[in-house]
């Protein structure tokens, strides 16, 4: 079992910068690849940066590449995401989610442990 606690969504106005993170606990957590997706009002879960067990390969979704940027610290059992150059269809809830498996990857059915979610508004 994994519990994950996100922490520090917010609002923000277009082309600010948040960071987000989320506190995993239960299993050794370098061992297994941790996800940051999102989901607006009326849409579907999406996916937005995966980052493997060591921290060393990472995955990004083609609307936040180059503005947000996933990390780890195994020390602190800690998954980041850095985002820059916020945008306001940038607005969703943001949900760490953590695998099974030690690779990165872009689909929800690969990840067993979900957090509550964190509140990220961009206002224009």
């Known amino acids: 079992q994994v519990q994950l606690v996100e922490s520090g969504g917010g609002l923000v106005q277009a082309g600010a910068s948040l960071s987000v993170s989320c506190a995993a606990s239960?299993?050794?957590?370098?061992?297994?690849?941790m996800g940051w997706f999102r989901q607006a009002p009326g849409k579907e879960r999406e996916f937005v940066a995966a980052?493997?067990?060591?921290?060393?390969?990472?995955y990004y979704g083609d609307s936040v590449k180059g503005r947000f940027t996933i990390s780890r610290d195994n020390a602190k059992n800690t998954v980041y995401l850095q985002m820059n150059s916020l945008k306001p269809e940038d607005t969703a809830v943001y949900y760490c989610?953590?695998?099974?498996?030690?690779?990165?990857?872009?689909?929800?059915?690969?990840?067993?442990?979900w957090g509550q979610g964190t509140q990220v508004t961009v206002s224009s």
């Open positions: 989610a953590a695998s099974l498996l030690f690779t990165p990857a872009p689909a929800p059915g690969r990840y067993a442990y």
């Open positions: 980052i493997s067990g060591s921290g060393a390969s990472t």
């Open positions: 239960g299993r050794t957590f370098s061992t297994y690849a």
